[in-house]
């Protein structure tokens, strides 16, 4: 997802349901970068929590117990999801009206309704992998990838998303 998203250096990624942690770290660990999660659970946010202080990484990354659509995001670069399809389209508006042109969004697995990707990635789930597809872990999955600034071009006026 990271490669996908092209996180380079200077980027700020959001990741809305953050889990483990996972994401987050990696990106702080591999990419220096600054990153946050957000979580409605507050076991996952402890797990987190713990994940970024085993990987020492705690100076870049910050875990916050809220739900994804009340959240700050506006200084985000770089968004992932690994939601429901039914979660992204809810969070549509939100993304539009919340983020910054040409900010990246990436969803693992899920699209995001009519909102048409730049690239798709396709690879082998793991099983362990959250939310996979655990009747058929060697599913391929996929991942989505667009920009804001992309979408803006196609589309006429945020209410006309709302609206979709
Ligand atoms: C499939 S896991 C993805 C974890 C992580 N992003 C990853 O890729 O490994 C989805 C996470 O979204 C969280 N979640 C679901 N609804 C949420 C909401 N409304 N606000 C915040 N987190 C939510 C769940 O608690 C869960 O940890």
């Known amino acids: 997802m990271l490669k996908l998203a092209n996180v380079h250096k200077g980027d700020i990624l959001f990741d809305l349901g953050s889990g483990d942690g ?65 979660l992204n389209l809810k969070l549509r508006p939100k993304l539009w009206h919340d983020l910054k042109p040409g900010t990246r969004i990436v969803s693992q697995t899920f699209d995001m309704g009519d909102w048409e990707p730049e690239s798709r990635k396709w690879w082998k789930a793991t099983p362990s992998f959250c939310g996979g597809f655990p009747r058929a872990p060697r599913r391929r999955s996929e991942a989505w990838r667009g920009t804001l600034g992309a979408l803006a071009r196609r589309i006429s006026s945020p209410s006309e998303l709302v609206t979709r």
């Not at 591999?30 to 705690?58: H, L, M, S, W, Y």
């Open 22 to 86: 996972r994401i987050v770290v990696t990106a702080a660990k591999q990419f220096g970068i600054r990153a946050t999660g957000i979580d409605i659970n507050p076991v996952r946010i402890a797990e987190a929590n713990e994940n970024a202080q085993k990987n020492g990484v705690t100076g870049l990354v910050q875990f916050r117990n809220e739900d994804l659509f009340e959240a700050d995001i506006k200084d985000a670069s770089v968004v992932t999801l690994y939601l429901l399809t039914s």
